[in-house]
């Protein structure tokens, strides 16, 4: 979607893209660097964008030691890639400020602020409200799979007892895995004993964990997506941010309750290895036939947990519940507009007609279950208290 904007620069405009780590920010770069109609600079480490960049690809670390390099400069976009790691305490805050985009909202010196996200809550409690206005669009998994964006899942459910079943359950799950698989175990010391375990198997293993060099890092990265190992196994070091649309198996050994992190792993995944193509088709039949032709037609997922774990996050839980976030808001939609056309009023509908206080009972349920039947009277909930239609105001 980034990638895309470059199409909207105009003669002398510019683009900044911000990412939290080295491996978006490098895959990014080649992104853009492939569409050929711009000049892609990058500032990360020893690499400084020159100045006839109008595409300007940094992590955010990178930008915020560099911003008087840059705070003359006039951006039509700023796309910050991962948004939810932007808050009011940290460098997001001192670098979008700069264009007027921080949370005193200066004068803006930019067209549009972009944040995209897979997982826009955080655990700390602030939100991207700081910084943008509305949600442009937003997807469910399972609206991205329906509409052939994702590649549809198969999905297998494995419980084990501890750790060494745990292990040959991975590599049970990889004998009947299409290759090549990304394997996300518990703890960065299962890695080691995962992958020795696999590559006693015969298995040719890279693995990411944080306190590896950048080298070894990409080199174990380039090792997969370039096809000469066949399994990545990572703790957290891959969760975010990674494309592998290579991968045509996900097995999960280490379980979770956080539903963020359960869908930056699957995420990883979910890709359509033509996935650069799939804007050039114009139809979901279109999209959805050529996933259906291409070689990874079907993404498989080993759900490997711990049911132990409290609120335990599976992918069936993932699923269904933007399933019902969709269904909910079609229904509540529907009865809405239902409401607005034919009755302006639930309370002006009770003091006028009060042979439709069933009906409109009926419908305030539907709005969110506000109305409970207690010994024949219906009561209205309205914050921690409850009333009575005769106690209501029709004012």
């Not at 964990?209 to 080199?219: H, I, L, S, V």
């Not at 080993?302 to 019902?324: H, M, N, Q, R």
């Amino acid at each position: 979607m980034a990638a895309e904007l470059i199409s909207y620069l105009g003669n002398g405009e510019r683009m900044l893209f911000i990412a939290p780590t080295r491996e978006i920010t490098v895959q990014f770069a080649r992104n853009a660097a492939r569409r050929g109609d711009c000049v892609v600079g990058v500032e990360m480490g020893g690499r400084h964008a020159p100045r006839s960049a109008n595409v300007i690809v940094a992590t955010a670390a990178a930008m915020y030691r560099r911003l008087d390099r840059w705070r003359h400069a006039n951006f039509k976009y700023i796309v910050v890639d991962e948004g939810h790691h932007a808050a009011p305490d940290n460098y997001y805050e001192d670098i979008l400020s700069v264009w007027g985009c921080g949370t005193a909202r200066g004068e803006e010196r930019v067209e549009k602020l972009i944040f995209l996200t897979a997982t826009p809550r955080r655990s700390d409690g602030w939100g991207m409200g700081h910084f943008i206005d509305e949600v442009a669009f937003e997807y469910s998994i399972r609206w991205g799979v329906e509409n052939g964006w994702l590649v549809r899942p198969i999905v297998e459910k494995v419980d084990y007892e501890d750790a060494l079943t745990a292990r040959v359950a991975v590599a049970d799950a990889l004998r009947r895995a299409p290759l090549p698989a990304i394997v996300f175990v518990s703890s960065v010391k299962e890695i080691h004993k995962v992958s020795d375990h696999l590559r006693s198997l015969d298995y040719v293993c890279s693995v990411a964990y944080g306190t590896q060099t950048a080298e070894e890092r990409r080199k174990n990265i380039s090792d997969f997506a370039e096809g000469r190992s066949d399994v990545m196994v990572a703790h957290m070091a891959l969760t975010e941010g990674w494309d592998a649309p290579e991968a045509k198996s996900l097995i999960i050994e280490r379980g979770t309750n956080s539903p963020v992190l359960y869908t930056q792993m699957v995420g990883r995944l979910l890709r359509p290895s033509i996935g650069h193509i799939l804007g050039e088709y114009e139809t979901v039949e279109e999209r959805l036939a050529a996933i259906a032709d291409s070689d990874k037609p079907i993404a498989y997922i080993f759900d490997i947990s711990d049911e132990k774990i409290p609120g335990l996050v599976t992918f069936a839980s993932l699923y269904d519940s933007g399933a019902k976030m969709a269904d909910k808001k079609s229904e509540r939609e529907k009865v809405q507009k239902e409401i607005d056309e034919k009755m302006p009023s639930v309370f002006e509908l009770i003091a006028v007609e009060p042979d439709k206080i069933e009906k409109s009972s009926v419908i305030v349920n539907l709005l969110g279950d506000s109305v409970e039947d207690d010994d024949g009277i219906e009561w209205i909930r309205h914050g921690d208290a409850l009333y009575t239609y005769a106690d209501a105001d029709p004012t």
